[in-house]
């Protein structure tokens, strides 16, 4: 009995080093935040010299709201990166798109542990949140309905054709030093759970913040203003939220380190603050 539990421990223990020993290529998603940009990254868990990355796909979920169109990658890694293949709401998920992003591959030296570029995009909106790499566990297969036959699984090749690619599937997050709070509201308003205002980057060395909106009609109307610690007003306008959406303010000849930032509901009344940092 008590060599064969000596046995199981052994083939457990070779077992695991096994596993950590197998070569494979995280991939992950993040937002840039200073570029306004998605970016995938791989990180690979061996370290090999022009190593032979081939033909490849990465694919991407957008939320239905982002246009039916292709989505214009820059490539920076592993060839050159397009997305070819396209479903938009199918019946399977309708609030969701897909977008296939291929490469035929190329030549890289690998650094284990060390983390790379392989492309990224912008969207038309900035940040939105459900921006997400394509999860097999929970997405829908070529075979569901609306899928139109398109495998969106993410793969690589090496020059055996193994597939090394592991995904990192958490969301893109966007890191701000400060969110907007509400700050005022006529008594008895409710704020809905999901309103949320959120100006990026934050702080903003190049005195240009963007606006992320959730919760808002997109036809609502928005007053913005953009004022000085002690009042005085820099910028003051009113926008459609889905105008708003990613729009780049630039404050780049505010002479102040910080600014306040005010975006008020008027059928509403009710108001968000959130204070800008030019400088950290």
């Known amino acids: 009995m008590k060599k064969n539990l000596i046995g199981l421990v052994v083939v457990?223990?070779?077992?695991?080093?096994?596993a950590v020993a197998q070569p494979k290529i995280v991939l992950r998603m993040a937002f840039n935040a200073e570029q306004n940009r998605y970016a995938v990254f791989a990180r690979p868990n061996f370290s090999a010299n022009q190593f032979a990355w081939g033909p490849s796909q990465v694919s991407v979920v957008l939320p239905a709201e982002v246009a039916d169109q292709s989505v214009s990658a820059r490539s920076t890694n592993i060839g050159v990166w397009s997305d070819n293949s396209r479903v938009f709401a199918p019946e399977?998920?309708?609030?969701?798109?897909?977008?296939?992003?291929?490469?035929?591959?190329?030549?890289?030296?690998?650094?284990?542990?060390?983390?790379?570029?392989?492309?990224?995009?912008?969207?038309?909106?900035?940040?939105?949140?459900g921006v997400r790499l394509f999860d097999t566990q929970k997405d829908p297969s070529a075979a569901k309905p609306g899928m139109k036959g398109g495998d969106f699984s993410s793969?690589?090749?090496?020059?055996?054709?193994?597939?090394?690619?592991?995904?990192?599937?958490?969301?893109?997050?966007?890191?701000?030093?400060?969110?907007?709070?509400?700050?005022?509201a006529i008594l008895g308003t409710a704020l809905e759970p999901s309103v949320r205002v959120v100006a990026y980057p934050n702080p903003s060395p190049s005195g240009v913040f963007r606006l992320f909106l959730q919760g808002f009609?997109?036809?609502e109307r928005l007053t913005v203003q953009i004022t000085t610690l002690t009042?005085?007003?820099?910028?003051?306008?009113?926008?459609?939220?889905?105008?708003?959406?990613g729009k780049a303010l630039s404050l780049t000849n505010a002479a102040d380190s910080f600014l306040i930032l005010s975006v008020s509901r008027p059928d509403k009344q009710q108001t968000f603050a959130q204070k800008l940092w030019l400088r950290d």
């Open 12 to 18: 457990a223990w070779l077992c695991s080093l096994y």
């Open 92 to 129: 399977a998920v309708p609030g969701v798109d897909f977008h296939g992003f291929t490469t035929q591959g190329g030549k890289v030296d690998l650094v284990a542990g060390d983390e790379f570029l392989l492309f990224d995009f912008t969207l038309p909106q900035g940040y939105i949140e």
């Open 155 to 184: 793969y690589m090749a090496d020059d055996k054709g193994k597939n090394l690619l592991n995904m990192d599937l958490s969301p893109p997050k966007l890191d701000v030093k400060d969110e907007g709070k509400l700050v005022s």
């Open 217 to 219: 009609d997109r036809s």
């Open 231 to 245: 009042g005085k007003v820099m910028q003051s306008f009113s926008e459609r939220a889905d105008v708003l959406a």
